[in-house]
């Protein structure tokens, strides 16, 4: 399901020049941070003017928002495609998407993105709510995947089971970095977080309220 933020943020153009613009907006937030992002960056990084840049994203506000949809429905296009070679089968399709995401965490450029992103966050009153909107597409997402592997959960039981997955996995940034005394092999954590997800939908169904 594709993601766009609501009114004032218009769909950004989704032509193959702004997609460019727009993964050269996504490196150029990952080396240098917010402080670093600004039109003229990205535009040098993607090989445009900054005339060009506008020409989609008049302002910098606006190349943000149109950033972070793009990210969104990058996930989306990945989803997408692991479910074509999986069977019909909502268990398999939740470990399917469970796997992709912790081993994105090992991505460097993962790490720097969603750690700036949290940093910005926190400062920027304007981008927390762009944020909170991404973010809450993001929990809807796991828990249609979560309803799909046990339909006998409630609505309710789905999204609780997603928040405390995505807060499981993104939390695990912070143990994932070459460097960390905590860091697991990538098949042990596959391993860790599928049995902790395992147990979290292994709870009884609660009846609808």
């Given at each position: 399901m594709r993601f766009e933020f609501p009114l004032p943020h218009p769909p950004f153009?989704?032509?193959p020049r702004a997609r460019s613009i727009l993964r050269a907006a996504r490196e150029v937030f990952v080396r240098?941070?917010?402080a670093g992002f600004s039109i003229r960056a990205v535009g040098r990084a993607a090989g445009a003017s900054m005339g060009a840049v506008q020409n989609f994203f008049p302002t910098k506000d606006r190349l943000l928002a149109a950033m972070l949809e793009y990210v969104a429905?990058?996930?989306e296009a990945v989803y997408q495609r692991l479910f074509r070679k999986l069977p019909v089968n909502g268990e398999a399709r939740l470990y399917a998407v469970i796997d992709y995401l912790v081993d994105d965490l090992w991505r460097e450029d993962t790490r720097h993105f969603f750690v700036g992103l949290w940093a910005l966050g926190v400062h920027d009153a304007r981008a927390r709510e762009l944020i909170n909107q991404m973010y809450a597409h993001h929990r809807r997402n796991i828990a249609m995947?979560?309803?799909g592997a046990r339909p006998g959960f409630s609505d309710a039981q789905c999204y609780e089971t997603a928040l405390l997955i995505g807060a499981?996995?993104?939390g695990l940034i912070l143990f994932t970095a070459p460097r960390s005394p905590h860091r697991l092999s990538r098949v042990s954590l596959r391993r860790?977080?599928?049995?902790a997800v395992a147990r979290?939908?292994?709870a009884p169904a609660q009846p609808p309220t």
């Open positions: 153009d989704n032509s240098r941070g917010y429905n990058e996930y995947f979560i309803g499981l996995i993104e860790s977080v599928r049995e979290l939908i292994a």
